[in-house]
């Protein structure tokens, strides 16, 4: 989560949440009902309170009695299931407290999972990143875990397709309850398509449930209520961004206009952000504001909370910006509305509550245009001031980084014991020496022996120590002013094993060869996820997580639209940011994971200028500048290739951070540099 700055260290100051309060909160309110399920008298549970106010039974755990809560509703509004995804109403990978719903009636942390609520059963979907964790998280006796790509497990759709049947034989229609600004317009489809001939419907409900049911007793009375839209903005300066909020307006218009459209909602965050140049903590990790945005073919919209945006920064984006209370979003998006409005829709980016405020039953509220919305792309592609912001934010987490790996190695040398928590501790420790230092991007990965193989294990644990011959795996990230980083090492603690060497060293070649490929323009991401795989392959290894993803400039450390992974086929193109991060985990032996971030460059040409242009080719260009661990490379394995590869990135890592660092630093860093 991001973290309070001095003002003489950034050229903004920012009020954000400490580390701890979700955690003590959560804790604090497990314990408080728990002891309130425990003593209460069943007397005091009254068939005569209102279903608004439902209270656990004195055998229910806390868990029991949400889900209990939320199955009142379903008997009420006759529906057969309640849909929770993890995402809010900008469909949010990292969520404020108060949208955290999935989270707070299933106990599940991880980022990406759909919880489906039955009358009688209840399901939680996750992806391979999360198989172990969800085991550790959640109570199997009362959700079952579904592992999607696992062998004999279902995807929610054939859940829900496999229940629609059966109702269907009954004669009746297996009917599913949705919050419809939960929901993007394309996954809604999907389902819709899939499940609708199974004899499903999807039924949107007005009122969030899990915000409903937190809203009542016990838990209104003890859970203190988060701060929402609270957070101060702040601006990011021209120097910083590389263009100004009225270019980015006109540019963005064009589009607009080559898309022949008249209006276009505005939904995700990191859009808004982007486009108005603007900055806030309301999300963890995550530099961006709670807000809705309108642009049309002459004016925009920001819809946000107006009490936290100082008057210099109001009088600063008044002149071309209307501001506007949160609240107003879906008023005045209907009032621009005519039967000949074209609206802009993307159906990856827009929740279907804003398509449904589109949308009419009995008459066209106007016409529809489906397009990739416009901002996405324009953001993607980083000018030459945010990509050397990029540069310089990565440099500095480069050299935290380093300084980390040799701290943990110089404890282990030393005898000293270390736990998974003192590694987090040490690698922000070191991130905040740096200057402009905003934050953490995400919550820091510091997993050993078998957490190594939680893809995405993000609570290091100060009950576990190191040991010698098991692997840590550190994957961590800071937001600095200009710049968000994300990165990867793998470290031996202690001896390694031979198989510990042959994996790290399969993984490593993984990594080069996506990193050192060339590639024509129009190249997407699954092509190179293909690529980067090749070697794991032969030796019958692999990973399920994506290649690699976005990152944004001061921004999400996870954007789109591009990526490397099978599901992207987006092309790769100059300015784009992307992570490269192969991997292997197994179950109890560990992890390993290796992660850079690259900018997309074009490659010079050779040709006359008098001849005919061929087709550009590209390259990746490295952020990160980080020794991988010699101890667990074995050189035979590479290529001449692949050594040269090596060489000069080892190479490239003296050069730029050796001038920065310490005597012995550097001596360290050195000898980690050579093979």
């Known amino acids: ?66 889900l209990a809560a939320v199955r009142s509703h379903l008997a009420s509004h006759n529906l057969d299931a309640y849909l929770i995804p993890s995402a809010d109403e900008h469909l949010n990978e990292y969520l404020p407290e108060l949208k955290q719903r999935r989270q707070w009636i299933s106990g599940f942390s991880g980022s ?15 992806d391979s990143r999360y198989y172990e964790q969800a085991d550790l998280e959640v109570d199997g006796a009362l959700i079952q875990v579904v592992k999607v790509g696992l062998e004999g497990q279902q995807t929610l759709e054939e859940t829900l397709e496999t229940l629609g049947k059966a109702a269907s034989q009954a004669g009746k229609l297996f009917r599913v309850g ?55 903005l702040f601006l990011v300066p021209d120097a910083l961004s590389g263009e100004s909020v009225p270019d980015k307006l006109k540019r963005l218009r064009e ?45 925009i919209y920001l819809f946000t909370n107006l009490s936290r945006i100082e008057s210099s920064i109001q009088q600063a984006i008044e002149p071309y910006v209307k501001l506007m209370p949160y609240e107003y979003y879906a008023g005045t998006l209907t009032s621009l509305l005519s039967p000949s409005t074209r609206v802009l829709v993307d159906p990856k980016h827009t929740t279907m509550g804003t398509y449904r405020l589109l949308k009419s039953s009995t008459k066209d509220r106007c016409k529809i245009l489906e397009t990739a919305n416009p901002i996405e792309g324009m953001k993607a592609r980083k000018n030459a001031i945010e990509i050397a912001q990029m540069q310089a934010a990565n440099l500095k987490a480069s050299r935290a980084k380093t300084r980390t790996m040799k701290w943990v190695k110089d404890q282990i040398e030393a005898g000293v014991a270390i736990t998974e928590a003192d590694v987090a501790a040490a690698i922000e420790g070191y991130y905040r020496e740096e200057a402009d230092f905003q934050g953490l991007s995400f919550n820091t990965i510091a997993g050993s022996g078998a957490n190594s193989s939680i893809v995405h294990y993000g609570t290091p644990n100060p009950a576990v120590v190191l040991q010698s011959g098991e692997l840590l795996l550190l994957d961590s990230g800071a937001q600095y002013a200009g710049g968000t980083t994300d990165d990867t090492r793998t470290i031996a603690i202690g001896t390694p094993t031979a198989t ?143 050594r040269d590869w090596l060489n000069r990135y080892h190479q490239a890592i003296l050069t730029k951070l050796a001038p920065t660092l310490t005597a012995p630093e550097v001596a360290w860093l050195e000898a980690a540099c050579q093979l």
């Open 1 to 66: 989560m991001p973290l309070s700055v001095s003002p003489t260290k950034a050229p903004f100051s920012l009020l954000v949440p400490g580390l701890d309060v979700p955690a003590a909160r959560l804790y604090k309110s497990f314990f408080l009902l728990l002891l309130l399920s425990l003593l209460t008298p069943p007397s005091h549970y009254s068939p005569s309170l209102p279903m608004t106010d439902l209270l656990p039974t004195p055998t229910q755990t806390p868990i029991q009695a949400k």
């Open 112 to 126: 990406a999972g759909d919880f489906l609520v039955g009358r009688e059963t209840s399901w939680l979907y996750v």
């Open 178 to 232: 949705y919050d419809p600004f939960t929901v993007a317009v394309q996954q809604y489809r999907d389902l819709q398509k899939r499940l609708e001939p199974a004899g499903v419907s999807l039924e949107a409900v007005s009122e969030n449930w899990v915000d409903r049911v937190r809203s009542q007793r016990p838990w209104s009375e003890l859970e203190t209520p988060s701060d929402y839209a609270q957070s101060p």
């Open 255 to 299: 589009k607009m206009q080559q898309a022949n459209g008249d209006v276009l909602p505005i939904t995700k965050l990191d859009q808004i952000a982007w486009l108005f140049n603007l900055r806030g903590w309301d999300v963890p990790y995550n530099p961006v504001f709670i807000a809705y945005a309108i642009a049309t073919t002459d004016k």
């Open 500 to 642: 510990q060497i042959d994996r790290y060293t399969a993984v490593l070649k993984a990594h080069i060869n996506c990193a050192m490929q060339k590639f024509p323009k129009g190249t997407t991401g699954a092509q190179l996820d293909g690529i980067t795989r090749s070697d794991l392959w032969h030796q019958q290894l692999d990973f399920g997580h994506g290649t690699g993803h976005g990152v944004g400039a001061f921004l999400n450390v996870h954007e789109g639209p591009n990526g490397i992974s099978k599901r992207v086929n987006e092309a790769l193109e100059p300015g784009m940011i992307n992570s490269i991060e192969p991997g292997y985990y197994e179950p109890g032996w560990g992890g390993i994971r290796i992660e850079n971030l690259y900018v997309v460059q074009e490659l010079l040409s050779a040709t006359p200028p008098e001849t005919p242009a061929p087709t550009p080719w590209y390259y990746f260009d490295s952020l990160t500048y980080i020794p991988f661990d010699k101890q667990l490379i074995d050189p035979a394995q590479l290529d001449s290739r692949q």
